[in-house]
Each structure stands twice: as structure tokens, then as C-alpha cells.
């Protein structure tokens, strides 16, 4: 892949509307792991649970914008608790990445760390997991419960945990004294008899042992059995007293429990007589009655650790235990080991593990000296009683005194009878976000516990500048919580106080205030505006500050509404003498590290100026930093468009000619670059993008204002065919604007149909045709050839030479149809049915473009002459069908003439009904004189038809109509009959 596929792929995946440099890509993945402070970790290095590490990679090894995923142990899966997936990310800009993630759960020994990318093979990295020991205290009385968890043993195993002396404590390593009753002797086991077996297994009297002590001894002639110190149980076929290469393994030892399990028939000799075990065991049910440091005691062997090495438990601290400082240690029934620092003796508990500066504190206290004063001061371990925050266990380095709430030095708090007491306090100023310790001592008792400052004290000032008299908002966060303490505001410049700017300010509960002051008639210039807390004569102070400057700073825009794109020019003045200064568009940067001349103007080698940057319409921030101070002045700019490219059309056949339309561009700029690509390819097509008409086309220079128009044929850099599929184009600006469309290329538009389905002897045949020509003049293609129903060639059309362009296509004109020069007319004797079509490349190839058919019937005069011959007959045969029921009228009559009643309802009905025959008689008259007249108009238009009009049509339509109409009057009058 190469590096225009690469900012593709980045801005994709990672950006918006923004430009990333190339960098060069490796063939492979080369990751490094390091702590989170940059630490190296090197190859296969220690890790314990719940570490947080990072997995790198430098500049350059990966492509820009691939997705990096970081597995444990198994690379295909999702995590499931105990491998798979653990983070996601991408990559950098610079083909690099960090990658954070924590150290699950998880046995003691080698796992393996995946990394996966989208186009590299992955790769992986060993660590080994040692154990780790976390309590729920780090300090507590004797007898006390705590909860002990460990992590990174032996999975399914039993577990042990004792209270060791600090002093003898090494991690991971045993090497305690376990012999607490000063010379006891270490245990002697019989295990069994060689002469009668060779296979032994059981436990030791004494559990837990020290793992490395077992030597188990045959009486006879086999080698002794020697302990490894991880569970193993080997013979020393050497007899060298150690385990060497050559020795072999024959049993294994549970440190814990005590279970081992022993085979002679694995060692070189068998054994043959008595066979004893020597070790150093704990032994069980002799506790001391006065434990003292210097030995190890066991708390509990309850419960095994889990299948990934983990633990959990409550244990009791020894009933007996001397203050002091010890460990609390696990080991496994392998003999891993670890632990976790202790202390035995005065215990504060804190009403929370973290906050900010100010915050109030509760410390509660037990096992301290009944009595005890406990001041406003520094707190030293075994000397000054007090309570203070520290970096350092024991006290020292950076201590800040705890200020103590509502504090009276005639009345200090004081611990109770049962050795406890309740302080609140305020949380000191240390300075820095950091890890600390509160320490508490009574002068003779001390102790302490964690603490994370997670906020430092902040004042702000808005503006934070302006001229001697005008007013400021100045407010301040994480002071102490008291609304019965106040602050004062200063004005310091060169270390030294230069005025109060407002005294005896009042906060509120929350450690917050804000209040309007005055700024300061001091000379023009930069001086620190710093809010001071003050407590036991400054012992205990908590105190923030905030630049602030003296005299006006201004930034000037020459607009300050435009589009994307727009040059904008940008003044200010007021700001630090021969310095440098920086200003963001919203989160966008559009000037650096750019100097401040001698009077305090911003300069950038010239008249600041910048383009409206890539961003969505809407009103933004432009913000201008005094680098030297910190001091920011801000103006609004409105986005009224954004950058866009039209592109016509989206889809077309290769070598078409696409056009471009930019809109908010950079503004009279050029320095474009065009990149088209797609899945398996990619082209430079900066050269291959043009503006003015072939053939005076040139490359597209600089854009005319924010706009611009362009084209470019799509093809390759080579103009050579593209292969049909979806493409992606990049257009960039100086590195700077950035688009993106994407563009099908389909098949070559070529589209032909006659102009009706049906033609009539003596039309014009002629046909809708159009073709793409890839959109560029001139353009000339193929001929059309026409066969009659039986298949034979009946027109061999001219070549079709002249073409008008339509839209997006050429179109064939009707007047350049034709065939010998004339146009495709049907004359009398064309014959009649389907005829098909051919149209054809142009010569030498005549492919077939496309074919098609239609159908010819007769002219349109003859089938109106059938059709009024037809109605005329049917005209007449009404004429006679009414005569006939006059007649049998007539008949009715004289049979009822001689009944009286009915006989003169008959004649009157027959007197009705011979008037309804005579209106039929009336309108049959009608009709046929309409008739004759329609075909009288007819045979006229017989006459003249090889001069037929529109007129001549309408009359004969005229006619017709009257006879249609005279038709439905003689049905609606039978139908009166009929009823």
C-alpha cells in the first residue's frame, strides 16, 4: 500500500475533513511492550495482575488508520474470561500506535500477548505472569479480620498465608525463619519400607513446609530424594546433594497440605530399606503465647485458589502480635510465594480514598494512646504528634500540615479511652495530582493510609486582562469546604506582592467563590492574580494562581462571517513582547508557534492571515493564546458553508468525461491533488484533472475565489480503460481541505427505439437514438439497416454522422435518418406486420450495437373509409328493424278495437306509440342523412389523401361523431319502447 492509500485509509477511520503526511509502511509487525510512563519492558518480562501496560509500535511499522488488536493467550476469539480480545484501537498518523490494556487474571508462568492488524501478519509477545497480593487494609490490631486476595498463583491448588516479619521478607523468595520456638528440631517422617514397596504417597506430619527443605532418605542403597522448590521431587542420582542435569523426577510435594507422592521405580536405584522424611515444617499447635518479630506466623490454609491462580479470604491477624512491620505472604502448594506490606499497631481508617484539594476529610483512629493530644502540626513517627499528608512511608519528603476543621488550640482533638478518636480535616495543597499518605501520630503511636489527590486548587479570571479600572470575574475552585472561611486575592509579579486586589473573601461549602474586583492601578504588564488560604500561620496554606495582564489585548478580524475556504486576515495587539502565540479555529489549529514583534503585535513573517478551515456550518471560537502567559482572547466567526464538490454524473461508462464543480475551497489557491482508486488499485490523476475545453485545456490551476470548475476523462493516469466497479477519488488542497466521492463505472450509454411501436403506410420511420461518446466532441457512430416481415433488407441507412449533444448525451437527429439520401418513408406498397431494425458500429468493425422491432400497418384514411361503410349498414338495418315494429303496432290496434274499456286504453297507448315511431322515423332520416354526409366526407378525403391535413381529419372526426351520436339516440328511443 502506498501513502495516498494510507491518508485514505486514516481519515476514514480516525479524522474528519483533515490531511495526515505519508509514511512509509513495513512489511512487518515489530511490537515492543513498555510501562505506562514509557518505561521499556523488554522481552518476557515479569507482569502481575491488574498492571496496566502498554503494547507500542514505532513510527512507520503499520499503515496509517488499521484497526490494532491486542489478544491474551488465544488471537481468534472474543474474551471469555480468561482469553481473547482485550482492547481495540488504530493506528496513528505516523504508522505507529500504543495500546493500553490491564493484566487479567490469570496462572503463574508464560502467556502471550497478540497483535493484529488489517493487512499485517500478526505477532506476538511472551510475558510471565508472577504472583501479586492485595489486602483490604494495610494496617490493623492484633486479632483483627482482613481480606486477603492473591492472584497469579497455581491454578486449583491449596494456599497458604502467614504475617512475616518485614525484615526477613523477600518477594517471592522463602527465606523466613520458620523455627519460632528457638531450636526446636525439624521433623523426622517415616515414609515407608523399600524391601516391601517402591511406590509411597501420604502427607507430612508437619504443614505447611519450607518448600527447598525435604530430603527424603533410603537406608538402603537408593539415591536421596531431593525438593525443588517448586513441587517437584527428584533423585539425586549424583549424590551431589543438589538437583543437576541427569537427575530424575519421582514424585511431587504439596508445600501446603504436606501430600507427596514418591516412585523408586523412576529413580536409577530402587530403594531397599527404611525410608524417612527430614524438612522444616510449620509446626501446627504450638503457637507461641508471645509472638514476637523475627518469626513467620501462619493464619490460615483455608481455601484453594481458582483455575486462573486466584484467591480470596478473610484471615485473622495473630492474636499476639507486637507492633512493628511485617508482611503478609501466600504460598501455593508449588511453593510460589508473595506479599503484600503490613503493619500491626495504630490504624487509621479515611472516609474516602481519593479527592480534590479542600476537601473535608474524615480520619477515624483506633489502637492509639488513650489520651493522646493530637495538634495542628507535622506528624512524626515516634516523636511529634500531629496529622500531616506525605509522599514518603514514614514521613518526610513533601508534608503538607492537615488542617484540622473548626481547630481550637485550647481544645485539640484528644484520643478517647478505647484508643480511638474521629478528626475531620481539610485535604492540603501537595501541590501536584499525585498518590500520597495521611499520617496521624499521637507522639507515640503512628499511622497511615493511602490517598490519590485527584484535583488541585484552580482561580480564573474573565477576562484575564484588561486596563487599570475595569472590571474582572475572578473565581476559585477546591478550597477548603467551610463557608466560614475566607480567602484574600493579591497581585504578585517577580515573586514579591504588589497590591490586594480583595480581601476577606467568603467561600461557600464547596470550596467555591467568584467575585468582581477591580483590576489594580499598576503599570502595564503581566503579574500573577493569586487567591490565598492561610492557616496556623501559614503551617497549612492552600493557595492557587492565574495570569493576568494589565492593559488592553485586542484580535481584529477582516470578516468575521464566510464560508469554508474564505481568507481571513487576523490583528491583534497587547500581547507579550518578542514571544509566540497560537490560535485555534474551534478544536482546529491555523497558526503555531508564531512570533509577537517587539510591540507586542501578532506576527506570522507577514500580516497574519488563514483560511476558514474544514468545518461543519455554525458559529465557532477563534481563539488567540499569549503563549508566554496563558492569557486567551477569544472572537466568534460564523461558517455559513462548508466545502462540497458537485459531480456530474456519479455513474458512466470508462473514458466518459466527468465534470467537477468545487465550492469553499481555499481561496485563490491551487497545489491540488487528485487520487482515484478502488479496491486493488490506485492513480495520480493530479495531472489528469483539467479546466477549459479540448483542446486548450490545461491542468486545474488556483480556484477562482472558493470555487472552481474542472474535468477529467474517467480512465486511469494512462487514459487507458477503467474496469467496471464502484471508485473511490480523494481531491486534497495543500494538505490542508479535503474531499472524498465516490463514482461507478458502468456500461457505455447507448440507447436506440423507434420513435412510434406502430407505423402506418406512408409514415417516416425513424428512430430515438443516443450514445455517451464518453461526452467529448466530436462524435460520429455506425448506421441503421431496416428489414421488411419476410427478413429482407429494405432501407441501408446512411451513416449517421452528425450528432447533437443533449445533457449528458448525443442524440442522432431525425433529419439525418435517412437511407440514399432520402428519408425512410412507407410507401403504398411497403408490406404490412413486424419489421426489425439493426443499428451497427461504423465501419470497418459494423458490430451490432442494438436491435429492435416494430409494426406497419395500413394508412389511417383507409381503415376510417371501412369503418363508416360499416356504420352505414348498420344504420340502415335500424331503419328496417323500426318499420317492422310500426307495423306490428298497426296489427295490435285492430285486434283490441272492439273492447270498450281495454280497446280505448290500446288506441291510446297505440296513438302514443305511433308518435314514438314517427320520431324514429324522424331520427333515422337524421342518422342516415348523417351517414351519407360522413361519407361524402370520406370519399373527399380519399381523393386528396396524398395531401391529408389536420383539418381534413377533424372533419371527418366531425362527422363521424354526429353519427355516433344519432346512433345513441335511436337506442335510447328503443329502449323507451321496450318499456
Not at 485 to 493: A, G, H, R
Not at 869 to 883: E, F, G, H, K
Not at 966 to 976: H, N, T
Amino acid at each position: 500500500m502506498n501513502s495516498k492509500k494510507a491518508i485514505t485509509l486514516l481519515i476514514l477511520a480516525t479524522m474528519l475533513l483533515a490531511m495526515v503526511p505519508f509514511v512509509p509502511v513495513s512489511a512487518a509487525l515489530n511490537p515492543a511492550l513498555e510501562e505506562t510512563d514509557g518505561t521499556p519492558l523488554g522481552l518476557n518480562p515479569d507482569v502481575k495482575y491488574d498492571d496496566t501496560i502498554a503494547v507500542v509500535e514505532a513510527a512507520g511499522d503499520v499503515p496509517s488508520g488499521d484497526e490494532i488488536e491486542i489478544y491474551w493467550d488465544i488471537s481468534n476469539q472474543p474474551w471469555d474470561g480468561e482469553a481473547g480480545l482485550l482492547n481495540v484501537s488504530t493506528a496513528e498518523a505516523d504508522g505507529g500506535y500504543e495500546i493500553w490494556f490491564d493484566v487479567p487474571e490469570a496462572t503463574i508462568g508464560t502467556h502471550w500477548i497478540w497483535i493484529k492488524t488489517d493487512s499485517q501478519s500478526p505477532e506476538k509477545l511472551q510475558v510471565t505472569i508472577v504472583p501479586a497480593v492485595d489486602l483490604s487494609s494495610s494496617s490493623g490490631l492484633e486479632g483483627e479480620k482482613i481480606d486477603v486476595e492473591g492472584y497469579g498463583f497455581s491454578g486449583e491448588n491449596d494456599l497458604a498465608v502467614f504475617l512475616v516479619d518485614d525484615a526477613d521478607f523477600t518477594a517471592g523468595v522463602n527465606n523466613w525463619d520458620w523455627d519460632y520456638d528457638a531450636g526446636g528440631a525439624d521433623p523426622a517422617d517415616t515414609i515407608g519400607d523399600g524391601a516391601t514397596d517402591q511406590e509411597f504417597d501420604g502427607n507430612l506430619v508437619e504443614s505447611p513446609i519450607l518448600p527447598g527443605t525435604l530430603v527424603i532418605t533410603d537406608a538402603g542403597a537408593a539415591h536421596d530424594i531431593l525438593d525443588d522448590a517448586e513441587g517437584a521431587l527428584w533423585s539425586d542420582e549424583d549424590d551431589s546433594g543438589t538437583i543437576n542435569a541427569g537427575d530424575l523426577e519421582v514424585g511431587s510435594i504439596n508445600y501446603v497440605s504436606g501430600a507427596y507422592e514418591i516412585d523408586y521405580n523412576d529413580a536409577g536405584v530402587a530403594a531397599t530399606a527404611a525410608i524417612t522424611a527430614a524438612y522444616t515444617g510449620y509446626q501446627n499447635g504450638n503457637d507461641p503465647v508471645g509472638y514476637a518479630q523475627g518469626y513467620v506466623q501462619l493464619m490460615t490454609t483455608s481455601g484453594d485458589t481458582d483455575a486462573l491462580g486466584s484467591y480470596t479470604k478473610s484471615a485473622s491477624l495473630p492474636d499476639a502480635a507486637d507492633d512493628g512491620a511485617y508482611d503478609v505472604a501466600l504460598m501455593d502448594g508449588e511453593g510460589n510465594i508473595e506479599g503484600s506490606a503490613f503493619a500491626v499497631g495504630a490504624v487509621i481508617e479515611l472516609s474516602a480514598s481519593e479527592g480534590p484539594t479542600g476537601m473535608i476529610l474524615t480520619i477515624d483512629g483506633r489502637g492509639f494512646t488513650n489520651g493522646a493530644n493530637i495538634p495542628e502540626q507535622l506528624a512524626v513517627d515516634g516523636g511529634q504528634a500531629g496529622i500531616d499528608m506525605t509522599d514518603t512511608v514514614g514521613g518526610g519528603g513533601t508534608e503538607m500540615v492537615c488542617t484540622i476543621y473548626e481547630y481550637d488550640p485550647a481544645d485539640q482533638p484528644q484520643v478517647d479511652g478505647d484508643g480511638e478518636f474521629t478528626i475531620d480535616v481539610f485535604v492540603p495543597d501537595m501541590g501536584d495530582e499525585d498518590d500520597y499518605y495521611v499520617a496521624v501520630s499521637d507522639g507515640a503511636k503512628y499511622a497511615e493510609a493511602d490517598f490519590e489527590l485527584t484535583a488541585l486548587p484552580e482561580v480564573t479570571a474573565t477576562p484575564d486582562y484588561g486596563p487599570q479600572g475595569s472590571t474582572v470575574t475572578v473565581t476559585g475552585t477546591n478550597f477548603p469546604n467551610d463557608n466560614d472561611v475566607e480567602v484574600d486575592i493579591e497581585l504578585w509579579q517577580g515573586g514579591a506582592k504588589q497590591a490586594d486586589v480583595e480581601t476577606d473573601v467568603e467561600l461557600d461549602s464547596d470550596g467555591e467563590f467568584s467575585v468582581d474586583v477591580r483590576t489594580p492601578t499598576q503599570p502595564d504588564g503581566t503579574y500573577d492574580l493569586t487567591v490565598i488560604y492561610s492557616d496556623n500561620a501559614g503551617a497549612a496554606n492552600i493557595d492557587a494562581d492565574t495570569t493576568f495582564r494589565i492593559g488592553s489585548v485586542l484580535v481584529l478580524l477582516s470578516d468575521d462571517v464566510g464560508e469554508v475556504g474564505k481568507e481571513v486576515v487576523l490583528t491583534g495587539n497587547g500581547f507579550t513582547d518578542n514571544e509566540q502565540w497560537n490560535a485555534t479555529f474551534g478544536d482546529v489549529a491555523i497558526f503555531e508557534d508564531a512570533p509577537v514583534t517587539g510591540d507586542g503585535l501578532l506576527d506570522d513573517g507577514g500580516t497574519p492571515t488563514f483560511f476558514v478551515p474544514q468545518v461543519e456550518p455554525g458559529t465557532y471560537d477563534i481563539t488567540v493564546l499569549d503563549i508566554d502567559t496563558g492569557i486567551e482572547v477569544v472572537v466568534e466567526f460564523e461558517v455559513t458553508a462548508t466545502t462540497t464538490v458537485v459531480v456530474e454524473p456519479v455513474e458512466a461508462p470508462t473514458q466518459f468525461n466527468i465534470s467537477l464543480t468545487g465550492y469553499n475551497w481555499m481561496e485563490d489557491t491551487g497545489n491540488w491533488e487528485f487520487t482515484l482508486y478502488n479496491d486493488t488499485d490506485e492513480w495520480d490523476m493530479s495531472a489528469d484533472v483539467f479546466q477549459g475545453d479540448p483542446p486548450a485545456h490545461v491542468p486545474l490551476g488556483a480556484a477562482d475565489g472558493t470555487e472552481w470548475e474542472a474535468w477529467f476523462w474517467l480512465a486511469d493516469d494512462a487514459q487507458d480503460d477503467l474496469d467496471k466497479g464502484t471508485y473511490t477519488m480523494n481531491i486534497t488542497q495543500d494538505d490542508d481541505f479535503f474531499y472524498q466521492f465516490e463514482i461507478v463505472v458502468g456500461n457505455e450509454h447507448e440507447y436506440i427505439a423507434p420513435r412510434k411501436s406502430t407505423f402506418r403506410i406512408d409514415d417516416t420511420v425513424s428512430f430515438r437514438i443516443e450514445h455517451s461518446f464518453g461526452n467529448v466532441a466530436p462524435v460520429t457512430n455506425g448506421d441503421i439497416r431496416v428489414f421488411d416481415p419476410a427478413g429482407d433488407l429494405y432501407w441501408d441507412g446512411d451513416p449517421l454522422a452528425t450528432w447533437e449533444e443533449v445533457n449528458m448525451f448525443y442524440i442522432a437527429p431525425i433529419s439525418e435518418q435517412t437511407a440514399g439520401g432520402n428519408p425512410m418513408v412507407l410507401l403504398d406498397d411497403a408490406p404490412l406486420g413486424t419489421w426489425t431494425y439493426e443499428w451497427r458500429e461504423q465501419a470497418p468493425g459494423r458490430d451490432e450495437i442494438a436491435n429492435g422491432t416494430f409494426t406497419v400497418e395500413v394508412a389511417a384514411e383507409d381503415v376510417l373509409s371501412n369503418q363508416i361503410t360499416d356504420l352505414n349498414n348498420q344504420v340502415t338495418d335500424l331503419q328496417d328493424s323500426i318499420a317492422d315494429v310500426s307495423a306490428e303496432f298497426d296489427d295490435v290496434k285492430s285486434d283490441i278495437a272492439d273492447v270498450s274499456a281495454v280497446a280505448q286504453q290500446a288506441v291510446d297507448a297505440a296513438n302514443q306509440a305511433s308518435e314514438a315511431v314517427q320520431t324514429v322515423a324522424e331520427t333515422a332520416n337524421q342518422a342516415s342523412t348523417a351517414a351519407e354526409n360522413a361519407a361524402d366526407a370520406a370519399n373527399a378525403a380519399k381523393d386528396a389523401a396524398n395531401s391529408l391535413t389536420t383539418l381534413v381529419y377533424g372533419a371527418i372526426g366531425a362527422a363521424l361523431v354526429a353519427a355516433l351520436a344519432a346512433i345513441v339516440s335511436l337506442m335510447q328511443i328503443s329502449r323507451r319502447i321496450a318499456g
